[in-house]
């Protein structure tokens, strides 16, 4: 598959997760949540106040280039073809792929992110007969193997993976977290997907730093409340976006310390609190930096527009 293609899907797809689990703090877009990612996210109670989502956190599915590809191969062939590289990325593309078929068998639709238009749209009847042929031959063998390709990407660290864990569920189960609460196996994986969200925060991950930090701020069914912890890391998320935010990206300014998204949020918190969370999250934005200026280095990458793991357009398809 052009690798083109391959980042274009970790890249629109990973934003369906941002746009619907961001969203989701507000009650009345929680059949998005289920429609578009496949799962509902882990629950947190309500936000005080409305969470804006940047303008590339939106619940789209699948860019048109994926859909071109679609009257060409089944899924079967796409995903051997992303396997075999042998490339955790390529792996969370698989999965990627696989989750919006499976949304798109339940639906017989999707919604589409139009470059040309900026926006959200419809398919069209020739893109719902291609993603049709795609999808169609489906087996249950082969979407329940899309928690694999997952769990290797999340191994290795790509943007995005860790968050999408968390999304599916204990073993694909959202519901186990509610119904569960106390099986021995549902509380080893809230503390193993817990603690991968944390390690990917950590990692300059900015999907799991906004989404993440958000549930930080008022508990959820994964992590007890840290509102200062949940604070940093909802500033670094401007901070690393300040760095690599493409024009007209609106993210730097929502996310930057002192702008009225953050001062509502981080309202029941001291000064000294924010002063210590400050000091977090420059930390994590600079580790953030230097991992990314060694990758590019390494790889000679060039920035492109391209949608990806964090909030605004990523370097080929792979910031973090």
Same mark, same amino acid.
């Given at each position: 598959?052009e690798k083109?293609l391959?980042?274009?899907?970790?890249?629109?797809?990973?934003?369906?997760?941002?746009g619907a689990?961001?969203?989701?703090?507000?009650?009345?877009?929680?059949?998005t949540v289920?429609d578009?990612?496949?799962?509902?996210?882990p629950?947190?109670?309500?936000?005080?106040?409305?969470v804006?989502v940047?303008?590339?956190?939106?619940?789209a599915?699948?860019p048109?280039?994926?859909?071109a590809?679609?009257a060409n191969?089944?899924l079967?062939?796409?995903?051997a073809?992303?396997?075999a590289?042998?490339?955790p990325?390529?792996?969370?593309?698989a999965?990627?792929l696989?989750?919006?078929?499976a949304?798109?068998?339940?639906r017989?639709d999707?919604?589409?992110?139009?470059?040309?238009? &900026?926006?959200?749209r419809?398919l069209?009847?020739?893109?719902?007969?291609d993603?049709?042929? @795609?999808?169609?031959?489906?087996?249950?063998r082969?979407r329940?193997?899309?928690?694999?390709y997952?769990?290797t990407?999340?191994?290795a660290?790509?943007?995005?993976?860790?968050?999408?864990h968390?999304v599916?569920?204990?073993?694909g189960?959202?519901s186990a977290?509610?119904?569960?609460p106390?099986?021995p196996?549902?509380?080893?994986?809230?503390?193993?997907a817990a603690?991968?969200?944390?390690?990917?925060?950590?990692?300059?991950?900015?999907?799991?730093?906004?989404?993440?930090?958000l549930?930080?701020?008022g508990?959820?069914?994964?992590?007890?409340?840290?509102?200062?912890q949940g604070y &940093?890391?909802?500033?670094?998320?401007?901070?690393?976006?300040?760095?690599?935010a493409?024009?007209?990206?609106?993210?730097?300014? @929502?996310?930057a310390?002192g702008?009225?998204?953050l001062?509502a949020l981080?309202?029941?918190?001291t000064?000294?609190?924010?002063a210590?969370a400050?000091?977090?999250?420059?930390?994590?934005?600079a580790?953030?930096?230097?991992r990314r200026?060694?990758?590019?280095n390494?790889?000679?990458?060039v920035?492109a527009?391209m949608? &990806?793991?964090?909030?605004?357009? @990523?370097?080929?398809?792979?910031?973090?």
């Open positions: 598959m083109r391959q980042q274009w899907l970790v890249g629109a797809l990973v934003v369906a997760g941002i689990a961001g969203l989701m703090w507000n009650s009345s877009t929680r059949e289920v578009v990612a496949g799962a509902p996210p629950h947190a109670p309500r936000a005080a106040v409305p804006p940047p303008a590339q956190a939106v619940s599915a699948v048109a280039l994926v859909l590809a679609a191969q089944n079967s062939a796409h995903v073809d992303l396997l590289s042998h490339d990325h390529d792996a969370y593309a999965y990627m696989v989750s919006s078929c949304s798109f068998n339940r017989h999707l919604e589409m992110h139009d470059n040309k238009l &900026g926006a959200k419809a069209s009847a020739d893109e719902r007969r993603m049709t042929r @795609m999808c169609g031959a489906m087996t249950e082969e329940l193997a899309r928690l694999d997952l769990a990407a999340v191994k660290g790509v943007p995005g993976a860790a968050w999408m968390a599916e569920g204990p073993f189960d959202p977290l509610t119904t569960r106390d099986d196996l549902v509380r080893e994986w809230k503390a193993t603690s991968q969200l944390d390690t990917a925060a950590e990692a300059g991950d900015t999907t799991a730093l906004m989404l993440w930090g549930q930080k701020l508990g959820s069914d994964l992590t007890d409340r840290h509102p200062v &940093g890391y909802l500033v670094a998320v401007g901070l690393i976006e300040a760095e690599v493409q024009p007209g990206d609106r993210s730097p300014q @929502m996310f310390e702008s009225g998204l001062t981080g309202g029941q918190l000064q000294a609190q924010r210590a400050l000091i977090e999250a420059r930390r994590i934005a580790a953030a930096k230097a200026e060694r990758s590019d390494k790889s000679g990458v920035s527009a949608p &990806g793991g964090g909030l605004s357009a @990523m370097s080929a398809g792979r910031r973090g």
